[in-house]
């Protein structure tokens, strides 16, 4: 059984996949635009790594970091997440300032209810 060194790939997979929905592109149009082959996209879908080539071409292409998705003992500590969170609705172009505040609001009353106390 191949080690992961602490990767989500099925993580991975699912905020690729959602940069995908956004996007409005199918699995066939991320394989073309990254270079990517269909098959090694399927693989991954089902929670399978990839080659480091294929992993850097769809991170560049959907603008995700892989080492957010390592859980490992020698990984920096983690980032308090509701900053992050606010800083990436505010830079994000499709939403107005408003429209941020909104999303950051609903996101920030379900963070205080659901975390750890």
């Known amino acids: ?3 992961n060194k602490g990767f989500d ?10 940069v995908t929905q956004i996007r409005r592109k199918t699995w066939k149009q991320v394989a073309e635009e990254t270079g990517v082959s269909a098959s090694t996209l399927t693989r991954m879908s089902q929670g399978r790594s990839s080659d ?20 490992a003992p020698y990984k920096a500590a983690a980032k308090e997440a509701m900053p992050q969170i606010s800083v990436l609705l505010r830079s994000d172009p499709s939403l ?8 950051e609001a609903i996101v920030k009353a379900a963070y205080q209810r659901m975390r750890k106390a």
Do not use: H, K, T
Request: proline share 2%; no cysteine.
């Open 9 to 18: 790939n099925r993580a991975f997979y699912r905020a690729l996949e959602m």
């Open 52 to 71: 480091a080539a294929s992993m850097a071409a769809l991170s560049a292409w959907a603008g995700i970091n892989p080492s957010d998705f390592v859980a």
């Open 1 to 3: 059984m191949e080690e």
């Open 96 to 103: 107005d300032a408003q429209s941020a505040e909104a999303i």
